[in-house]
């Protein structure tokens, strides 16, 4: 079983695909019986919570917690993995900044979002290559191209 809830904090309703973007990603990953739920905001409160918890006072993309840090937490069976944050309108500036569709850039971040709840990280460059090839990897699976 794998739940994705996917709350609209902001009003963006052109992300029916997305679900099943991240299930095909989770899939490829061989992953079962998680759940982690997605936020969608501005960039108003994405700062806040940049500002909180990573001391950064500016707007970011995307933001996860991963509950996993703190140990597996496990209810009925699942991985609870923990929360994604999505900044609606930096999503799409970057999406026009980088000439792709907003479909493309929302499955990216949500991807990469999923991808620091399951324990990736950047941090060096071999961990970026890593994660960012299984990205693109999981992007291609599931047929969102450039």
Do not use: W
């Not at 982690?36 to 933001?63: A, H, L, M, S």
Request: one cysteine or more.
């Amino acid at each position: 079983m794998i739940k994705i809830d996917i709350n609209e904090n902001y009003p963006y309703k052109d992300y029916k695909y997305l679900k099943e973007v991240l299930l095909k990603g989770l899939e490829y990953l061989k992953i079962k019986n998680v759940t982690f739920e997605i936020t969608f905001c501005d960039n108003d409160y994405i700062q806040k919570i940049n500002k909180e918890y990573r001391g950064i006072d500016k707007p970011t993309d995307v933001i996860s917690f991963a509950f996993e840090d703190n140990g597996n937490i496990v209810y009925n069976n699942e991985r609870l993995l923990g929360e994604i944050y999505i900044s609606i309108p930096r999503m799409q500036e970057q999406a026009k900044e980088y000439q792709h569709s907003e479909k493309r850039e929302l499955s990216f971040l949500a991807v990469h979002g999923m991808l620091h709840l399951l324990g990736y990280d950047h941090l060096n460059k071999e961990d970026e290559k890593i994660m960012f090839d299984l990205q693109e990897l999981i992007l291609n699976v599931a047929d969102i191209k450039r």
